[in-house]
């Protein structure tokens, strides 16, 4: 990566490698919060000019630390080191200077601040819009303020402070230490940035520097210790499922109905439907609980009127929501937006997986309305056309596609032509199959036996559809869509692989769907393509068409699972974690390039985010398919069908949070090195494990 980002609640900081904000920088470096720009500028110069980077960390995902010097040849140096994190609402960073020349030394340490207040959409020039005006700088003893009011008539502020006395404030933002340091002497100012609005403020007091830090970590290791653990003999699935959580941790916020994840970094920090939702169907395996603030915070925004505008309608779940100038004042639709097909089934096949997991039938019920809203929409929808859920491209206000694929390019007949709007995508009836077969249980237990058999007969007939409208038989796999015309859109792609999850296919079509992704033209040696190589639209270096999504494969992986096609689950596996060691710490980015794994590397994405959310919940999927883990509340059973992957011989799982209890288990490879031992290390679930 060319940038460092941190981030804790609802602030995060991006930032050159060697730790400044540059003045007028393209790359949208800054701290925000609430799609605000607070700080567009954070600039440290020796005597006038920059220290030279020495290093640059971020292996702890809310540590950004760096390491620089001001030299002079052959006499000696002045260090620098800056070390920063968030906590509570603040910025805190602390700049240590110490001097490694053979005498006392004076120099001028400066630092230099600025705020612009922009909307991340106008920093992005993905808009343009009417704004307020800066207010101006408001300095005080070892303090300033920058004050903007907003076009929306709210007042913003980034408070600066700092601990060490004796700096001199010049006119423009920037605040300089006339230092003299002895041999070895070091010298240390810790500042605190506080971005603050009308729904923005810190919380607590300040805290030193050290004591700050101390409480971001023990919060942490709360975090890992709330969650499953896990130990194997393979040094590079530890180290990625640990990397997984912690980023996990720092991707969480809490925007007034609970925590949930934001979809990445650094672009997309706010809660997403689809992302939030994905990300905490992964999640599921570590602990359930993490998918009750999403289910609350997306209910909580479900559409309640037609507004073209925003694509909303009553019962649909959001896409995403943003909460700077451009919303504010209506000039932008993200407040939220709705322009999204797949993210109201995927919140009741959440609802469903939940309750598996939980046998928690309160939070189902406390959903209800919700619910119901959903699949009165999900109808409508279905009603509207070809009995299919599909969607119409609004590409001048909106997303032109509306699946996770949703570029303009990315649904393409094998003539090279897009397909006609509306489009019913492959994987989103899949997701409808699975929510309606898995709520239907769900309304029996409610006393509702009449709506579940409804949902089930309607399951069943979709599926009956399905099969007839989208399989390509000289292909032995499904269409990635279905035109306006009803046509199929016969690329191959990862889509279809999608639907082994929702349980929807036919027996042999389902297996032979994984075998069709497995093919080389599809499996690139690091991952599964989301498009073939023998597909027109192909582009190895494509967003949508030709690339490798950790997120997509995982998807595909938890159906692989649920069939037990071990071969195929082990491959995709070993590839993702061949992958990741080519990444800095090991983190699975959101998507990398689709050229083969003969090149010796993966070939990275130029503008991918990572950390990215439903790309670390990645590690956890691998957890849940070696070990065979599917729970099954209605049945009060656990299912357990373990392999490990080549290089693996023990894994150890425990603390997972099943039903009212936990289990713990551990696999050992046996000596044929083929089959496999379980150990049941825990089991306080009330459910039986069936191997």
């Excluded at 925003?310 to 709705?338: A, N």
């Excluded at 016969?490 to 929702?502: D, E, F, Q, T, Y």
């Excluded at 769907?513 to 040696?525: E, L, S, T």
């Amino acid at each position: 990566m060319d940038y460092r980002v941190i981030k804790e609640g609802e602030l995060f900081m991006l930032s050159e490698l060697n730790g400044d904000i540059g003045r007028d920088n393209e790359q949208g470096h800054g701290l925000y919060a609430q799609d605000t720009r607070f700080l567009s500028r954070f600039e440290l110069e020796v005597d006038g000019a920059k220290p030279m980077l020495l290093s640059s960390a971020g292996d702890k995902s809310y540590v950004a630390s760096f390491r620089l010097i001001k030299e002079v040849k052959d006499e000696g140096a002045i260090e620098v080191t800056r070390d920063r994190f968030i906590y509570n609402g603040r910025l805190y960073e602390r700049i240590a200077f110490t001097n490694y020349f053979p005498r006392e030394i004076a120099f001028d340490a400066s630092v230099s601040f600025d705020a612009d207040f922009q909307d991340m959409f106008l920093v992005r020039k993905y808009r343009t819009g009417d704004v307020g005006k800066m207010e101006g700088v408001v300095v005080q003893d070892q303090e300033m303020t920058f004050r903007y009011l907003g076009a929306d008539q709210v007042i913003r502020q980034t408070r600066i402070s700092w601990d060490a006395e004796g700096g001199q404030v010049y006119t423009g933002g920037t605040v300089t230490f006339p230092l003299s340091l002895k041999i070895q002497e070091t010298w240390s100012v810790t500042f605190q940035i506080v971005p603050m609005a009308d729904k923005l403020l810190p919380t607590g007091k300040p805290l030193r520097f050290d004591e700050g830090l101390q409480r971001l970590e023990q919060s942490y290791e709360a975090w890992y210790a709330d969650n499953t653990r896990i130990a194997s003999d393979s040094p590079v699935f530890n180290e990625l499922y640990r990397r997984g959580v912690q980023d996990l941790r720092m991707l969480t916020t809490d925007i007034g109905y609970g925590d949930t994840t934001v979809a990445g970094l650094p672009w997309f920090a706010v809660p997403f439907g689809r992302d939030s939702l994905i990300t905490s169907l992964f999640m599921l395996p570590i602990n359930p609980r993490h998918a009750v603030g999403t289910l609350r915070t997306l209910a909580a925004y479900q559409g309640e009127k037609v507004d073209p505008w925003r694509d909303e309608q009553p019962g649909k779940i959001m896409h995403e929501i943003r909460f700077g100038e451009l919303v504010t004042t209506q000039q932008s639709p993200f407040s939220p937006y709705y322009g999204t097909i797949d993210s109201t089934p995927l919140f009741l096949v959440l609802i469903g997986e939940y309750y598996r997991w939980t046998g928690d039938l309160s939070l189902v019920q406390e959903l209800r309305p919700n619910i119901m809203r959903a699949l009165d929409y999900i109808d409508a929808s279905m009603r509207s056309g070809s009995g299919f859920m599909a969607y119409k491209q609004e590409a001048d206000k909106g997303f032109p596609n509306q699946g996770w694929k949703d570029s303009a390019n990315s649904i393409m007949h094998e003539n090279g032509a897009y397909a006609d709007s509306p489009i019913a995508l492959a994987e989103v009836q899949g997701y409808v199959y699975q929510a309606k077969h898995s709520l239907a249980p769900l309304f029996e237990l409610m006393g509702e036996p009449e709506t579940a058999r409804r949902l089930a007969a309607e399951a069943e007939e979709l599926q009956a559809r399905f099969e007839s409208a989208y399989w390509m038989e000289d292909e032995q796999c499904y269409a990635i869509a279905l035109d306006k015309d009803l046509r199929q859109v016969r690329s191959v792609s990862s889509n279809p692989g999608h639907l082994l999850m929702s349980g929807m296919p036919e027996a042999s079509r389902a297996k032979a769907q994984a075998v069709r992704m497995m093919k080389p033209d599809m499996f690139n040696g690091y991952g599964i393509r989301t498009m073939s190589t023998q597909s027109t639209g192909y582009y190895p270096m494509s967003y949508h068409n030709g690339s490798v999504w950790p997120h997509d494969n995982a998807m595909i992986l938890l159906g692989l699972g649920k069939l037990g096609l071990k071969q195929e689950a082990e491959q995709v596996i070993s590839g993702l974690l061949d992958a990741s060691v080519h990444f800095e710490y090991q983190r699975l980015p959101e998507l990398f390039c689709g050229h083969d794994a003969g090149l010796g590397h993966p070939v990275p994405y130029p503008t991918t985010c990572s950390p990215q959310a439903w790309a670390a919940g990645t590690s956890i999927v691998f957890l849940q398919a070696m070990l065979g883990l599917y729970p099954d509340a209605l049945r009060r059973e656990i299912a357990l069908s373990p392999f490990l992957v080549q290089g693996m011989n023990q894994l150890e799982a425990t603390h997972i949070a099943i039903g009212g209890g936990h289990l713990s288990v551990r696999v050992t490879r046996n000596a044929d090195g083929s089959t496999f031992s379980v150990e049941i290390l825990e089991n306080t679930t009330g459910y039986t494990v069936v191997e």
